[in-house]
């Protein structure tokens, strides 16, 4: 029987990150520019949660929102789903299921290394498919 894999295969390392005192407006181009739906956020160079697309949009929704003028801070989501490069894959999708999150930071010895999203996890499935199952 083959082992399962851990995170660190399939996980994108080096994610870009933003600092939690960067505008909204600078977060939203990132994201655009770069075609990423998740940016970890920073403060002093500590990891302090995860803006994602979602988020963004939902903070310019409101009335009145001037999105150079809002900062991350006001708007990331300091709650974050954390794991080791050597989670089980198998664990941290089913994680991910259950609670719908979007993405996962990836920590070591508390710096990130990686973040692992859905599309990650399609991309692992679809490799585990071609290279597991087939007869």
């Known amino acids: 029987m083959k082992s399962v894999p ?72 300091p709650d974050v789903y954390m794991v080791s490069p050597k989670a089980p894959l198998g664990e941290v999708c089913a994680e991910m299921a259950l609670h719908k999150y979007g993405s996962v930071l990836v920590v070591d010895n508390h710096k990130l290394v990686g973040i692992f999203t859905w599309v990650d996890a399609l991309e692992a499935f679809n490799e585990l498919l071609d290279t597991r199952l087939k007869q």
């Open 6 to 77: 851990t995170i660190e295969k399939y996980m994108t390392t080096a994610p870009h990150t933003i600092g939690s005192e960067q505008s909204l407006a600078k977060a939203e181009k990132m994201m655009a520019d770069l075609r990423i739906r998740h940016l970890p956020v920073l403060n002093a160079g500590k990891l302090v949660g995860i803006l994602s697309d979602r988020d963004v949009k939902l903070v310019e929704s409101f009335k009145d929102v001037n999105p150079e003028e809002v900062k991350i801070s006001e708007a990331f989501t």
